[in-house]
């Protein structure tokens, strides 16, 4: 996977379970988890050996609903311009 920097953009490729979460609305306390493909930003990253990623997670209307701490291969990396690998 390639290495993520802050402010890009992701999805969630597992579910991520409500006690790894940090949920802002009071009406999302109930949530079980959040769902895969859900589109977060990169926040920090964290490395001690192998990087993990501060992800917000925000509505259309940039409201962020909830936060999570993630690993490598529980996000994916979204482009909005073609690149191709080298």
Same mark, same amino acid.
């Given at each position: 996977?390639?290495? =993520?920097?802050?402010? #890009?953009?992701?999805?969630?490729?597992?579910? %991520?379970?409500?006690?790894? /979460?940090?949920?802002? &609305?009071?009406?999302?306390?109930?949530i079980?988890?959040?769902p895969?493909?859900?589109?977060g930003?990169? =926040?920090?990253?964290? #490395?001690?050996?192998?990087?993990?990623?501060? %992800?917000?997670?925000?509505? /259309?209307?940039?409201? &962020?609903?909830?936060?999570?701490?993630?690993?490598?291969?529980?996000?994916?990396?979204?482009?909005?311009? =073609?690149?191709?690998?080298?």
């Amino acid at each position: 996977m390639p290495t =993520l920097t802050k402010l #890009d953009t992701v999805a969630n490729t597992k579910p %991520i379970a409500r006690d790894r /979460l940090t949920l802002v &609305e009071p009406e999302l306390q109930a949530i079980p988890y959040l769902p895969v493909g859900q589109v977060g930003t990169v =926040l920090e990253i964290y #490395d001690d050996g192998q990087p993990q990623y501060l %992800i917000e997670f925000a509505d /259309l209307g940039g409201r &962020e609903y909830a936060m999570a701490v993630l690993q490598p291969d529980e996000v994916l990396a979204l482009h909005y311009e =073609l690149t191709l690998a080298s």
